[in-house]
């Protein structure tokens, strides 16, 4: 079965770190875009972080700017987001997914844009 599977997530106060894994499962990741995608409480999935083909091209949402890294390690089949200064509203499901079109601007992605889509992992940001 292709899909990714993620980790790392889980509950973290305000101003915490927390770095979330996506393994890729039934296939390479090699020269493949990925995005991280997030699902708050009662909103729609949305694209917060996308890496080109050949990571030379990396991409934030203006809310997570400056906060979260997004990279990939090809020998371990890997993409990672390295999120810090975490806030309450970066809450919700996060997916990793395969992007099957690039869209010259990240807000444009869509869920319906990607797919190999694993579980999610949860992030809650609370005191």
């Known amino acids: 079965q292709l899909q990714f599977v993620e980790s790392g997530g889980g509950l973290v106060q305000p101003g915490g770190s927390l770095r979330l894994s996506c393994a890729a499962s039934g296939f390479t990741l090699a020269n493949t875009p990925i995005a991280w995608f997030r699902q708050a409480p009662g909103k729609e999935r949305e694209a917060v972080s996308r890496i080109s083909s050949h990571s030379r091209v990396t991409d934030y949402i203006d809310s997570v700017k400056d906060r979260f890294t997004i990279s990939r390690d090809n020998a371990k089949n890997t993409v990672y987001l390295q999120m810090q200064v975490l806030k309450p509203e970066d809450t919700g499901i996060y997916y990793c997914?395969?992007?099957?079109?690039?869209?010259?601007?990240?807000?444009?992605?869509?869920?319906?844009?990607?797919?190999?889509w694993g579980q999610g992992t949860q992030v809650t940001v609370s005191s």
């Open positions: 997914a395969r992007l099957l079109t690039w869209p010259l601007e990240l807000r444009r992605v869509t869920p319906t844009q990607a797919d190999y």
